[in-house]
């Protein structure tokens, strides 16, 4: 993979164009079971991959198959990410918390009503009394919960993902 993308970025080259070779042309890379090919040109190639024109896409099943000294790299330089129903501790705590929290407004209403002297008729179906009350009380709390729980990506349905999108500028995360 190394000389792949070295022939990538001498694509940048003067020499590359002046020999007619076509730098305008996009490239899109796709490494399944990405774990398997982590190594120090693969961290360095991520960081300058936009001037070589690669958009690169790394497949791994879990982050626990990703060499812990390349989980930085695969966060970092890989900032749109897409992920499927997985079952892996850390997968599901680390992606909890990249995809943010979110504040949540809960309000909870309680409602009591009394009558006081109260009579019941004996020969009639009828109730009396001297005074009533009504109570309504209402509070409202804020709380910052995760946009997707561990649970949630845990239980997420065939054919569904969870996707953390970089458009240049930002990053959105929504579920589809």
Same mark, same amino acid.
């Given at each position: 993979?190394?000389?792949?993308?070295?022939?990538?970025?001498?694509?940048?080259?003067?020499?590359?164009?002046? !020999?007619?070779?076509?730098? #305008?042309?996009?490239?899109? %890379?796709?490494?399944?079971? =990405?774990?398997?090919?982590?190594?120090?040109?693969?961290?360095?190639?991520? =960081?300058?991959?936009?001037? !070589?024109?690669?958009?690169?896409?790394?497949?791994? %099943?879990?982050?626990?198959?990703?060499?812990?000294?390349?989980? *930085?790299?695969?966060?970092?330089?890989?900032?749109?990410?897409?992920?499927?129903?997985?079952? *892996?501790?850390?997968?599901?705590?680390?992606?909890?918390?990249?995809?943010? +929290?979110? +504040? #949540?407004?809960?309000?909870?209403?309680?409602?009591?009503?009394?009558?006081?002297?109260?009579?019941?008729?004996?020969?009639?179906?009828?109730?009396?009394?001297?005074? %009533?009350?009504?109570?309504?009380?209402?509070?409202?709390?804020?709380?910052?919960?995760?946009?997707?729980? =561990?649970? *949630?990506?845990?239980? &997420?349905?065939?054919?569904? !993902?969870?996707? %953390? &999108?970089? *458009?240049?500028? #930002?990053?959105?995360?929504? #579920?589809?």
């Amino acid at each position: 993979m190394r000389y792949f993308h070295q022939a990538l970025l001498k694509r940048n080259s003067s020499s590359f164009k002046a !020999a007619g070779g076509n730098t #305008e042309r996009l490239v899109l %890379q796709v490494t399944d079971e =990405a774990a398997a090919y982590m190594n120090p040109g693969v961290a360095e190639f991520t =960081a300058v991959s936009r001037q !070589a024109r690669t958009c690169s896409l790394f497949l791994t %099943q879990s982050l626990a198959q990703v060499p812990e000294r390349y989980r *930085d790299v695969v966060e970092g330089n890989f900032r749109t990410k897409i992920l499927l129903n997985v079952n *892996d501790t850390l997968t599901l705590q680390r992606f909890e918390f990249l995809f943010g +929290k979110v +504040k #949540e407004t809960r309000t909870s209403l309680s409602t009591s009503q009394n009558l006081n002297d109260v009579r019941h008729g004996i020969l009639t179906q009828t109730v009396s009394g001297k005074s %009533q009350g009504l109570s309504v009380s209402s509070s409202t709390s804020e709380s910052f919960e995760p946009r997707f729980s =561990a649970s *949630d990506l845990l239980h &997420l349905g065939g054919g569904r !993902a969870v996707v %953390q &999108l970089y *458009d240049g500028n #930002e990053q959105r995360t929504t #579920e589809g």
